[in-house]
């Protein structure tokens, strides 16, 4: 299928530039926004294959933005994404090895939402017996 993601989210925001600036901060590209000009209303950014879009101002959902949940993210790598974004943004929780068998990263965006970047542990602990350097847990 390309490019084009499977599934795609749309959230509200409150705050579109700080959404904009957060995601940039942690990997994120953004695909598109509108207005061209000025503050933008929309936009769509994408990583890992996981596409969100955000709408600000006047949505058909009442209330500030919630989900009672959370985005699994599925990198390359989550000691990568770590090392990436460290630097610019808190983690909530991890890196975690997880009793079901994950490693685990977990990032709350501006607006509430979490996003877990994880990876199965057990390929981690395949790396380093490959002689792959990756800590245990951080």
Known sequence: MGDQAQVCAILKTTDMAATIEWYRAVGFELRGHTP????????????DQLVVQFLD???PWPGPPQLTGCFYVHPASVEAVFAEV?????AEWGIETREWGARELTLR???GYYLVFTEPADRVEADTAAGQDRPASL
């Open 57 to 59: 101002g006047e949505t």
């Open 109 to 111: 965006d501006p607006n």
């Open 86 to 90: 460290r630097d610019r943004v808190e």
């Open 36 to 47: 061209a000009t000025g503050t933008p209303t929309w936009c769509e950014l994408a990583r």
